[in-house]
């Protein structure tokens, strides 16, 4: 359900909000594949690139679907996609490149033989 919060002077979700509301789907996946929380001494996603469709508008009140899906990995990075639906019609979509990096240090990180077998498992491909 949309929030006020996340709408605009007009009652539209600002584009802005689209994007927070995909930040939380790429951070519940991120903490789902690695079973750990973020936190600044662990690695974790970083946004490299972010590609924006917005296609319909979306208001206060509205019922909503996100999705989210891992369509391809490298060696410390990997490609989601994001798509907000109305009454199961895509309103927003979104594509990610998020590299893997210490908090701390900012250095790209590997992603492990583990993950990246979870990451097939979810139909995810080596690239």
């Not at 359900?1 to 002077?9: K, N, Q, T």
């Not at 973020?38 to 690695?43: G, I, S, V």
């Not at 996603?45 to 690139?49: G, L």
């Not at 895509?90 to 998020?98: D, L």
């Given at each position: 359900?949309?929030?006020?919060?996340?709408?605009?002077?007009y009652?539209h979700?600002?584009?802005?909000?689209?994007?927070?509301?995909?930040?939380?789907?790429?951070?519940?996946?991120?903490?789902?594949?690695t079973?750990?929380t973020?936190?600044?001494?662990?690695?974790g996603?970083?946004?490299?690139?972010l590609?924006?469709?917005?296609?319909?508008?979306?208001?206060?009140?509205?019922?909503?679907?996100?999705?989210?899906?891992?369509?391809?990995?490298?060696?410390?990075?990997?490609?989601?996609?994001?798509?907000?639906?109305?009454?199961?019609e895509?309103?927003?979509?979104?594509?990610?490149?998020?590299v893997?990096?210490?908090?701390?240090?900012?250095?790209?990180?590997?992603?492990?033989?583990?993950?990246?077998?979870?990451?097939?498992?979810?139909?995810?491909?080596?690239?």
């Open positions: 359900m949309i929030r006020w919060s996340e709408c605009d002077p009652g979700v600002n584009h802005a909000a689209y994007l927070v509301l995909f930040e939380d789907l790429r951070v519940a996946h991120w903490q789902a594949l079973g750990a973020l936190a600044p001494d662990r690695p996603p970083v946004v490299a690139q590609d924006v469709r917005y296609l319909r508008g979306v208001r206060f009140n509205d019922a909503v679907t996100l999705t989210c899906r891992t369509v391809s990995f490298r060696r410390s990075s990997y490609v989601q996609e994001y798509a907000l639906l109305k009454d199961g895509p309103c927003c979509t979104a594509r990610a490149v998020c893997v990096t210490r908090q701390d240090s900012g250095e790209k990180v590997p992603l492990t033989p583990e993950w990246r077998a979870l990451l097939q498992a979810q139909g995810a491909e080596a690239g």
